[in-house]
């Protein structure tokens, strides 16, 4: 598993509306929702936010990566949103600009690791987080993600 393998346009949001951490989700996991995704929506989506609620996945630098091993998926899912404002995201009100929804079956926890591993290593670079912020379009955002993810390879 490589990150390209789970990178997908149609579960791309540039523009958040939520402003609040629930409500981004919610929003995210709308694009994460068809045959082959996630099944039942509103029950993966309290699994994250429980998770989410103990022990948050804001990471600085304007970053988030919620996730929830479950067994509503059969393959990992990345559901990606974007937030020129900001969503109220860290334990002291930070604000999460980036947002990579990951959804993961219970067995594929080393996959996770790595695709969550790679994320971290591209966002952590200014460079990358100012592209993926001013990418234009889903499939902008998507190609600076690939494109990251070969070097890193």
Request: hydrophobic residues 45%.
């Amino acid at each position: 598993m490589v990150l390209a393998d789970v990178l997908d346009a149609e579960q791309v949001i540039l523009e958040l509306r939520g402003r609040s951490r629930d409500d981004a989700l919610r929003e995210i996991v709308g694009t994460m929702q068809g045959e082959g995704k996630v099944r039942e929506p509103e029950r993966f989506l309290n699994e994250v936010l429980t998770r989410e609620r103990s022990n948050t996945t804001f990471v600085g630098n304007a970053v988030a990566f919620p996730h929830a091993r479950t067994d509503l998926v059969s393959k990992i899912l990345l559901g990606i949103g974007r937030s020129r404002d900001g969503v109220e995201f860290g334990p002291g009100g930070e604000r999460a600009h980036l947002v990579f929804l990951v959804a993961v079956p219970r067995r594929m926890v080393t996959d996770y690791l790595v695709c969550v591993g790679a994320l971290a290593r591209l966002t952590r670079e200014e460079k990358t987080r100012a592209a993926l912020m001013n990418a234009a379009t889903a499939a902008d955002l998507i190609k600076t993600l690939r494109e990251g993810s070969l070097v890193l390879e």
